[in-house]
């Protein structure tokens, strides 16, 4: 890959430590702000943003009974990265995997057609919380948003 880049999967991690896909999906054709959710069994759950005191948001899958799945960037020797939400700029929460020497590696998604989309957390609300979805607060919605180019277009 140009510049080093690796790629890593991101998955959900259920409590038994089963490892599922998280996807970016497109509705109604719509490739500029794409959804993404976690396929747990066969559900599709909720990943979002969710409300904490901690330094780092946590970015988790939401159970239909309000039970909360990890979201990790799985390295290829088997070592697990968190996915948090690590910093805002206005409405916008940058989501990033972070290494175990406290590196930001980007969260990135692939539309069908093969663009590259960045994952962030959107709020809607000036409210902590955007959300109560099945019990849990959120703090933004996760989505895959088109990259900008260098001109900032």
Known sequence: MPG?????HVKTLDAAGNI??????NKGGN??????????DSAILPVK???STDRYEPVKAIGQDGTIFDIKALMPDGTRLDVKGVRRSGSITH???IGPDGTFYGVK???????MHDVKGVKMKKDQVEATINGVAVASYIKALPQLNAAGE
């Open 4 to 8: 080093g880049a690796r790629i890593w």
């Open 20 to 25: 599922h896909d998280v996807k970016a999906l």
């Open 31 to 40: 490739l500029h702000l794409m959804d993404v959710k976690a396929f747990v």
């Open 49 to 51: 943003v969710l409300v």
């Open 95 to 97: 989501i990033k995997a």
């Open 109 to 115: 998604a692939i539309s069908p057609s093969g663009q």
